[in-house]
């Protein structure tokens, strides 16, 4: 398996297996490459960014964050998360659905068949993702 791009919502971007810039000059550029690329084919980025939407589909995020000064309001915050009626994680956030669930703190992934995370469980941190 070979890496290609990573990315987090703090807008850190990471093209290829080592990266001494994770947030954005080393992305300016190769974007830039891909806009000038774009340009020599007669189309625009927003135009790539279009058909890339009709290839794929569309993925839209709301993140947001909350600060607490201690532990035990961070862990029920959490615990509301993880204890829907039906003793699971809730279907829907905001009025969106949930798709799947990913709780690095527990080592689960609602996406993976088994529902074992690949990525490594943290126990100590609170960290799930919809």
Known sequence: MEFLFAYEVEI???FGSLSFDKDGIRTAAIFAEM???LRRE???VASHLAELRKRYGYYEMANSYFFSSTREQIDDVFK????AEDSSYHKSIGGFKVASVRDITLGLDSAIPG???ILPRMPNDQVICC
């Open 35 to 37: 806009a000038e690329q």
């Open 80 to 83: 509301y998360l993880r204890s």
């Open 12 to 14: 850190g971007f990471l």
């Open 42 to 44: 007669g189309k625009f």
């Open 115 to 117: 529902g074992k995370a």
